[in-house]
């Protein structure tokens, strides 16, 4: 969780190391076979927003994959 929160709080101020830390908790989440589906959403919404559609429609892809989330349908 850590990783999350840390990543969730300097994608604000040091944009880089926010994705790296997500993307460290998104990889931590799968390897542990815990549901990372909210770490994949917040990291595509974020790469979204700084114009990466790419990256976004990737962690997009692997977030569904996790299962059925209401919040995909957006």
């Known amino acids: ?3 999350y ?3 969730d709080y300097l ?3 040091r944009t880089d190391e926010g994705l790296a830390c997500l993307r ?3 990889a931590v989440a799968e390897r542990t076979g815990q549901d ?3 770490i994949r959403l917040r ?3 974020i790469l979204l927003a700084l114009g990466d559609a790419d990256a976004a429609t990737v962690e ?3 977030a569904a994959r996790g299962g059925d989330d209401p919040r995909l349908s957006f």
Do not use: D, F, I, N
């Open 1 to 3: 969780a850590w990783p």
């Open 11 to 13: 994608v604000r101020r």
């Open 60 to 62: 997009l892809e692997k």
């Open 36 to 38: 990372g589906r909210s």
């Open 43 to 45: 990291l595509a919404e």
């Open 24 to 26: 460290r908790a998104a």
């Open 5 to 7: 929160l840390q990543g």
